[in-house]
């Protein structure tokens, strides 16, 4: 089944522009990571946040976490052509395992 | 730094066919997960390993089977292979099983069925 659904699915910006991406999941959880994807590539790890962090930043990244509403958010400020990517959420919900359960994606394209 | 890596990068099997899949870990790492990805889908989890023990399974088909070895590395098995398997096949691997833990993947290997 599927924990997380993320908002948009599609995003297109021009270079320069913010880029924010939203994740809902339906648990508990103790931790939830961004990854990015590039067409047919492997999953980059991009930040975690635990769930007693609201706010966590990295380079030009910052995520958000609310558990109260269970949402993330990513937001990616002064995008470029080469952030072009889905973005994946992903949740884990078990102080037993690391595994980890995925978001839909948001396709993020940035024009240049 | 060193990564997950998978092999073959690309993989082209018949119906019915068998196909093993390779993963080794980035290095100290002791968990290893299997993930697949359709086409247009997000990762589904099928199964994770922690020191050569069974650690987790999620909707891996009977069909498959995966084990951990000794020296960490991870092979998923594949029988009586069918069209929907295609699809990308993710490792991923993180040090200790416990919650918290920066899982990292490989670049993936591509099955496709014909």
């Known amino acids: 089944s599927q924990q997380g659904e993320e908002d948009p699915q599609a995003l297109s910006i021009q270079e320069g522009e913010n880029a924010t991406m939203n994740c809902s999941y339906k648990t508990s959880i103790n931790n939830l990571q961004w990854y990015r994807q590039n067409s047919g590539r492997g999953l980059v790890h991009l930040i975690l946040?635990?769930?007693?962090?609201r706010e966590k930043h990295s380079g030009r990244l910052r995520v958000t976490l609310d558990t109260s509403k269970k949402s993330s958010s990513l937001l990616i400020t002064a995008s470029r052509a080469a952030d072009t990517a889905s973005y994946f959420c992903a949740t884990d919900q078990s102080y037993n395992t690391d595994k980890l359960i995925f978001g839909t994606g948001t396709r993020l394209q940035v024009f240049p | 730094a060193a990564g997950v890596i998978q092999s073959p990068r690309h993989l082209i099997k018949e119906k019915r066919e068998t196909a093993t899949l390779k993963c080794y870990p980035i290095p100290r790492h002791d968990t290893v997960y299997w993930y697949q990805q359709g086409p247009g889908q997000d990762p589904q989890f099928l199964i994770s390993?922690?020191?050569?023990?069974?650690?987790d399974k999620g909707s891996i088909p009977d069909r498959f089977s995966a084990q951990q070895f000794s020296d960490y590395h991870s092979e998923l098995n594949m029988s009586s292979l069918e069209l929907g398997d295609s699809a990308l096949y993710f490792c991923?691997?993180?040090?200790?099983?416990?919650?918290?833990?920066?899982?990292?993947f490989g670049e993936g290997s591509w099955l496709t069925v014909v």
């Open positions: 991923a691997s993180s040090m200790g099983p416990s919650s918290g833990n920066t899982i990292y």
């Open positions: 390993f922690y020191e050569k023990m069974q650690s």
């Open positions: 946040i635990r769930s007693n962090e």
